[in-house]
């Protein structure tokens, strides 16, 4: 995932032409770039490129000068709603960052080939603004000489992971989506958040999640995974993969070449795998696989250290053995390869800001994610090229898959965000109802002793709903006690929200105690609970009231391992809307319960001893 941090610019560089490089004239430039449209106009994403196709890119790439061509490799961060006319305080922002004002100032300053979409960064408020800023940014690049489309990028795995928010349709996890083991489901989930994006204009997204989450003490990747079987997370992240490249959105899969068995966040730190070659072939590389042989149009790199692979102690990111003799060599992959953000310090850690986007090149990636300072790192690789380190035979190489990507995209022909087609298609009843029911088939009944659920309006009509209210993802309502109480009130009960948060307080605990006494049965949310959490208290103290409790695990599902007396236990794997409210309609029996377990749960006091195995799971 990319990083959130940001850097400041240490250096102003300029974008003036070194003069080698010869600039054809403005009417050779039109002729070859509607010869391309002409050739390349294509309905869907799945239409390969044929030698005419290259003949034409490789015409177009002749004609860029070497600091364009810098820019194409490049994907960056830029603040504000509009292309053109930002806020103030985005303004000073991208000043501070990058040394411009606005996305079109970036855009003619550095040529760069694609840009990344956050929330934080105040570039997605709605879909008629995203459009708008999406059209706005592919103008100012077209209206450069030699203007080229751009890869407009975002983080939208659904789940814990999203920056496009309501009214868009946001759908369950990966993990959830695991337990749902339904590879329709996944392809409709690609296909749909596909639609929405391509109609908003963002072209590239950076799902599906690849990894085999088979470390539950993953801080980084967890819910984001499909689970800890490699066959099942190969099927769904190829179906997903499918879904949306069918709507003309990249997909891609990450994060290369695995990232399930780490327990350090590379964002903070430098996780290193210690499994061996053998092991990765079995687990790690199996999704990868199933990704290329469905046609991934982008694989995102991994900054860790995998020693079985490369011992040389550099990351995945920078590694030649790794990108080009694995993926590129072994695996025979020949599309885009994109860094994970090279401002996470797991790439930053052995090299300086200004070797890294280097020897990234050198180990075979085609694009730069969201430098800390684009000014040093573009910087970088002009003088790397200048001074014969790189070739720009190299950098041609890079472009043309880039290329390659941007017309199987149809972008050279359809510029511009379906504007009139985002009311028909973003966040629709269809697609609202679609992303429903497919969380219905996620929800997991992992304990159900003494027939606990389902709890019923006539025999538990008052429920006082407690639990973790973490930060909800980009867009959605929360906070998830509050969902679950609205979902559970619109089903029949009488059900009162009251937060204690991930770690309540004595305090907490007994307002919650005295709020049970009221109640005729209690539903805890719990988030990532561990041994010495106030969490276990919380519920402790409220199962001695004598009240019917049922827990649900809105995060990992290893929570039910901490609760051995507890005898109604859920799994959602999400504390977005959908999966909350999904698992509001399993509590009152509205639906069953028909998730199984897409990950072991050991025991808490033997982690060698697995208490429910995969596939595990309740239904009534």
Not at 164 to 180: H, K, Q, R, Y
Request: charged residues 20%; contains cysteine.
């Amino acid at each position: 995932m990319p990083d959130t941090s940001t850097g400041s610019v240490t250096s102003t560089g300029s974008t003036a032409s070194t003069g080698h490089t010869a600039r054809p004239s403005r009417r050779a430039v039109l002729a070859a770039t509607a010869g391309l449209t002409a050739a390349l106009t294509v309905p869907t994403a799945a239409r390969a490129a044929t030698p005419g196709d290259d003949r034409r890119l490789r015409a177009l790439i002749s004609r860029m000068t070497l600091e364009e061509k810098v820019g194409q490799l490049f994907v960056m961060r830029v603040y504000g709603h509009s292309a053109t006319a930002p806020d103030q305080a985005d303004i000073d922002a991208n000043l501070n960052e990058i040394g411009v004002r606005t996305a079109a100032e970036l855009i003619a300053k550095y040529r760069v080939g694609g840009i990344i979409y956050f929330a934080w960064a105040h570039n997605t408020r709605d879909p008629h603004q995203i459009a708008d800023l999406s059209d706005g940014i592919q103008q100012a690049s077209l209206d450069q000489p030699r203007g080229l489309p751009v890869l407009i990028a975002t983080d939208q795995e659904h789940g814990a992971v999203c920056r496009v928010g309501e009214p868009a349709t946001l759908f369950p996890g990966a993990m959830a989506i695991g337990a749902g083991r339904s590879r329709a489901d996944a392809h409709t989930l690609g296909l749909i958040s596909g639609a929405e994006l391509r109609a908003i204009g963002i072209n590239q997204d950076y799902s599906p999640d690849a990894d085999v989450n088979v470390n539950p003490a993953n801080p980084v990747i967890g819910v984001r995974s499909f689970g800890a079987d490699p066959d099942a997370v190969a099927a769904l992240v190829a179906a997903e993969v499918k879904g949306y490249q069918a709507s003309r959105v990249a997909a891609t899969a990450k994060h290369f070449p695995g990232h399930g068995d780490t327990a350090t966040d590379s964002h903070t730190g430098f996780p290193v795998i210690t499994h061996s070659r053998e092991v990765w072939e079995k687990l790690d590389a199996v999704p990868f696989r199933a990704a290329i042989a469905a046609g991934i149009d982008s694989v995102m790199t991994a900054h860790i250290q995998f020693p079985a692979l490369d011992d040389s102690g550099d990351p995945a990111t920078l590694s030649h053995p790794i990108l080009t003799g694995i993926l590129r060599g072994e695996l025979g992959y020949d599309g885009v390869v994109i860094t994970d953000s090279l401002g996470m310090e797991g790439v930053r850690t052995k090299y300086g800001d200004d070797r890294v986007p280097v020897l990234a090149l050198k180990a075979g990636v085609d694009q730069l994610l969201n430098p800390p300072s684009l000014d040093v790192a573009w910087n970088a690789v002009l003088k790397a090229v200048q001074n014969g380190e790189l070739t720009e035979a190299r950098l041609d190489e890079s472009i043309l898959r880039i290329l390659r990507l941007k017309a199987r995209l149809g972008l050279f022909a359809d510029r511009r965000a379906g504007r009139t087609s985002i009311e028909g298609t973003v966040g629709t009843e269809a697609h609202l109802a679609a992303a429903d029911r497919i969380a219905e088939r996620t929800t997991t009944l992992l304990v159900n002793e003494d027939g606990t659920l389902p709890f019923s309006p006539r025999t538990e009509p008052r429920l006082l709903v407690v639990g973790a209210d973490p930060a909800s993802p980009s867009g959605t309502t929360g906070p998830p006690t509050g969902v679950l109480a609205a979902a559970l009130t619109e089903l029949g009960f009488t059900a009162t929200a009251l937060s204690t948060g991930t770690a309540p307080s004595a305090a907490v605990i007994a307002q919650a105690v005295k709020a049970a006494q009221d109640a005729d049965a209690v539903v805890v949310a719990t988030y990532n609970v561990t041994a010495g959490s106030a969490q276990r208290t919380l519920v402790a103290q409220l199962l001695a009231t004598g009240k019917p409790l049922a827990a649900l695990a809105v995060r990992n599902p290893y929570d039910v391992a901490q609760f051995p007396s507890v005898k109604a236990c859920l799994a959602s794997y999400g504390w977005t809307d959908v999966e909350v409210r999904a698992a509001a309609r399993v509590i009152a029996g509205g639906v069953p319960p028909r998730g199984k377990l897409p990950v072991p749960v050991q025991r808490a006091d033997d982690p060698t001893q697995v208490l429910y195995p995969i596939g595990y799971g309740l239904t009534y």
